[in-house]
């Protein structure tokens, strides 16, 4: 499995550009920077995942994490309080010497990894050798076969056709599980968010509980600062 | 003026294409399924070191995506790479990564919801101070 030609230039690009922008993720100081960047790194990766023929997975990379999971990351950016971070009056990272273990243990990490995947793929492709022998040309040569699209620039693939097969043909008992999990953590998140007020509107709050909290509530609303209020 | 360097380029070319830096050249020029578990190596240890040693609760999330991306990368490269060894079960990898970003998201929601309840709770997003478990 080789990219030839342009394929191999935007392999570059977008492997430099995902690598860059999540390097920046981890290092920039505000968190709406952090989250802009994370971003541009899952867009990078799914350019990767349509160099891979992977387009559907591309897709809901596209539709899934940058439309969906970032925005609720931005939505709850701006409903915590970072003010003091942009102003750089804190610390963005741990203790020193946390760090230092940290980036010492990152370090063996890198290297563990990069000795593991140079020898694992030497092995594989030992392994692979005849069956590897031409299969770049045999894929371009299917890949010529394909319908042209409207445009005539690219070739309609059967990538969503074959996970679409896979998916309900031999994997339809995790896709169910998957949808119960999905049902469960709608349902723990707006549990978690709810207010003390909303949990006792549907009263299932211990009374004395509530009115202990409402008594410590009225003492602390005065000290807390104007834009906490209306939180909660 | 395009025909005086053109010997020059293919001197060049033809010293690059030789030796250690060629061989290095001629890999780079067609990046095979290594270089794409490299980079999902690189991206998943960014995605350690900023889990290590952030304070702010919500970049500890953003680096988790980035570790979840990293495994994504690492199953449709695979997936790719068994399409062209002739596999038959080649696009389970594929299946495996919508599961992925199935719990990725699941996870964002109530990782999410839990900071939010902890901001009411406490007032803080840095890690360092959420010790309520701590003797």
Same mark, same amino acid.
């Given at each position: 499995?080789?990219?030839?030609?342009?394929?191999?230039?935007?392999?570059?690009?977008?492997?430099?550009?995902?690598?860059?922008?999540?390097?920046?993720?981890?290092?920039?100081?505000?968190?709406?920077?952090?989250?802009?960047?994370?971003?541009?790194?899952?867009?990078?990766?799914?350019?990767?995942?349509?160099?891979?023929?992977?387009?559907?997975?591309?897709?809901?990379?596209?539709?899934?994490?940058?439309?969906?999971?970032?925005?609720?990351?931005?939505?709850?950016?701006?409903?915590?309080?970072?003010?003091?971070?942009?102003?750089?009056?804190?610390?963005?990272?741990?203790?020193?010497?946390?760090?230092?273990?940290?980036?010492?243990?990152?370090?063996?990490?890198?290297?563990?990894?990069?000795?593991?995947?140079?020898?694992?793929?030497?092995?594989?492709? +030992?392994?692979?050798?005849?069956?590897?022998?031409?299969?770049?040309?045999?894929?371009?040569?299917?890949?010529?076969?394909?319908?042209?699209?409207?445009?005539?620039?690219?070739?309609?693939?059967?990538?969503?056709?074959?996970?679409?097969?896979?998916?309900?043909?031999?994997?339809?008992?995790?896709?169910?599980?998957?949808?119960?999990?999905?049902?469960?953590?709608?349902?723990?998140?707006?549990?978690?968010?709810?207010?003390? +007020?909303?949990?006792?509107?549907?009263?299932?709050?211990?009374?004395?509980?509530?009115?202990?909290?409402?008594?410590?509530?009225?003492?602390?609303?005065?000290?807390?600062?104007?834009?906490?209020?209306?939180?909660? | 003026?395009?025909?005086?360097?053109?010997?020059?380029?293919?001197?060049?070319?033809?010293?690059?294409?030789?030796?250690?830096?060629?061989?290095?050249?001629?890999?780079?020029?067609?990046?095979?399924?290594?270089?794409?578990?490299?980079?999902?190596?690189?991206?998943?240890?960014?995605?350690?070191?900023?889990?290590?040693?952030?304070?702010?609760?919500?970049?500890?999330?953003?680096?988790?995506?980035?570790?979840?991306?990293?495994?994504?990368?690492?199953?449709?490269?695979?997936?790719?790479?068994?399409?062209?060894?002739?596999?038959?079960?080649?696009?389970?990898?594929?299946?495996?990564?919508?599961?992925?970003?199935?719990?990725?998201?699941?996870?964002?929601?109530?990782?999410?919801?839990?900071?939010?309840?902890?901001?009411?709770?406490?007032?803080?997003?840095?890690?360092?101070?959420?010790?309520?478990?701590?003797?």
């Amino acid at each position: 499995m080789t990219l030839q030609g342009w394929e191999a230039v935007f392999f570059w690009i977008f492997s430099i550009a995902a690598i860059f922008a999540g390097l920046l993720t981890v290092m920039a100081r505000n968190a709406v920077h952090s989250a802009l960047f994370l971003i541009s790194s899952l867009l990078s990766v799914a350019a990767l995942f349509i160099l891979l023929g992977a387009e559907f997975i591309a897709g809901v990379q596209i539709l899934v994490y940058v439309g969906g999971v970032m925005v609720l990351f931005l939505f709850v950016i701006m409903l915590v309080n970072v003010g003091a971070e942009e102003q750089g009056l804190s610390e963005i990272i741990n203790k020193p010497r946390q760090v230092v273990a940290s980036l010492v243990f990152c370090l063996l990490l890198v290297v563990g990894l990069l000795f593991a995947i140079n020898t694992g793929y030497q092995g594989l492709q +030992k392994r692979d050798e005849t069956m590897l022998d031409g299969a770049t040309e045999q894929r371009r040569a299917q890949h010529q076969k394909l319908a042209a699209g409207a445009t005539g620039t690219s070739r309609i693939t059967g990538d969503t056709q074959q996970v679409g097969n896979s998916l309900y043909r031999f994997a339809s008992l995790p896709f169910e599980i998957a949808s119960v999990l999905l049902l469960v953590a709608i349902i723990g998140s707006v549990m978690l968010a709810r207010t003390l +007020k909303q949990e006792a509107a549907v009263d299932d709050v211990d009374p004395e509980v509530l009115s202990a909290k409402v008594t410590q509530d009225a003492a602390q609303e005065k000290d807390r600062p104007e834009t906490l209020r209306d939180l909660t | 003026m395009l025909t005086l360097f053109t010997p020059i380029f293919a001197f060049l070319l033809q010293q690059v294409d030789s030796g250690r830096f060629g061989v290095m050249w001629q890999s780079a020029r067609s990046p095979d399924l290594s270089k794409f578990l490299v980079i999902g190596a690189l991206l998943f240890i960014i995605g350690v070191a900023g889990v290590l040693t952030r304070r702010n609760i919500i970049v500890i999330f953003m680096s988790i995506e980035l570790i979840l991306n990293a495994a994504n990368l690492n199953f449709i490269a695979f997936s790719r790479y068994l399409q062209d060894t002739g596999n038959m079960n080649a696009i389970a990898g594929q299946v495996f990564a919508v599961f992925v970003i199935v719990v990725a998201a699941a996870e964002a929601a109530i990782g999410l919801g839990i900071v939010i309840a902890l901001y009411r709770n406490k007032e803080t997003i840095w890690v360092d101070e959420i010790d309520l478990l701590k003797w």
